[in-house]
């Protein structure tokens, strides 16, 4: 079982690196994307495009090394969830635009295999939140 | 096999809770150190209107406007409210201000034709130059488009400027 959970650690913490890594290099492009949800209040608009990509690499970073991982993992079901809602209100609104999930400029458009793709990410988050034993942990490479 | 019971920093020993706490503590303090760094930083409050406004011409970023003056193709229009007796703007360019639009117009009738390429540049914030683009568009010019991130956009990419008085054809 302790595999699996690894597997889930490297597979949801690789994903919210690679997912930072643009939004961290362009967060005016970022702020956008998010405004284009027409969710957010304009005074969190900035401080979210700053902070999310932030949140998502570190959490990435923990989920990897495994390194507070257990909070990594319910940061990241937590706002995987937040995504799930986003994009669902998006599609109930009609709303056509790019999910600003990965890349900044462009994209994929909110759909249906959107939503299929993070409830999939959710139930990954699960194994290294639920689970104590969580494979290899940082501190144990360390120690040997 | 006994089973460890190490308390490491990958979760055996805190709860998640309070992990994700710390992380989130992290995340906030790293968001506020490199948004002082960035050389580049999004203002604290977002401007509604950078967001919303829903343009009446297209953009185009500094360096495609600087080939486009470089070529002679299009014709600039500084949207600009008269501020400071001498001001800077691009060499060349036109004045046509939302307060004096129709005066502005009419002293460019035999200059300006409807089929002239158009770039209508600001101060940046694209309020100004869209109102313009708009009005001139129900006069019956087509083809234009906004400079964005206006003069200081287009002095960063190396455009030139010059400077003018107040009185020199800025109508």
Known sequence: MRWIVLLCRLAVGGIFIYASLDKLAHPGPFAA????????????LH??????????????????????????????ALLTL?????????????????CGCFHTDGGHGVGLDLLFRDVVLLLLCLPPLLKRDGGPELADLLKK | MARRTTKSSGGRG????????????????????????????????????????????????APTALAFYETGTHLFIDTRPVGDPEFRTIPGAVFIRQDSFD???????????????????????????????GRLKDRGYRDIV???GGLDAWSDAGGE???????EGDS
């Not at chain 2, 992380?23 to 604290?44: F, H, K, N």
């Not at chain 2, 009419?106 to 409807?114: G, K, T």
Request: cysteine-free; proline content about 9%; hydrophobic content about 55%.
């Open chain 1, 33 to 44: 994307a998010i405004d284009n949800y027409r969710m957010v209040p304009y005074p969190l």
């Open chain 1, 47 to 76: 401080p979210m495009a700053h902070l999310l990509p932030v949140l998502e690499m570190l959490m990435g970073l923990g989920l990897v090394l495994g390194v507070l991982r257990r909070g990594a993992a319910l940061i990241a």
């Open chain 1, 82 to 98: 937040v995504f799930i809602v986003a994009i669902a209100s998006a599609l109930a609104r009609g709303l056509d635009i790019s």
């Open chain 2, 14 to 61: 805190r709860s998640p809770l309070a992990e994700a706490a710390w992380l989130t503590v992290a995340s906030i303090v790293l968001t506020a150190g490199s948004w002082v760094l960035r050389p580049d930083p999004l203002p604290l409050r977002a401007e509604p209107a950078v967001y919303r406004l829903e343009l009446a011409a297209p953009l185009v970023d």
């Open chain 2, 103 to 133: 005066d502005d117009l009419f002293e460019l009738f035999d200059f300006m034709f409807p089929e002239d390429p158009l770039v209508v540049f600001g101060d940046g914030n694209l309020t100004g130059p869209s109102n313009i683009a």
């Open chain 2, 146 to 148: 906004i400079l964005q």
């Open chain 2, 161 to 167: 400027l010059t400077t003018r008085t107040r009185g």
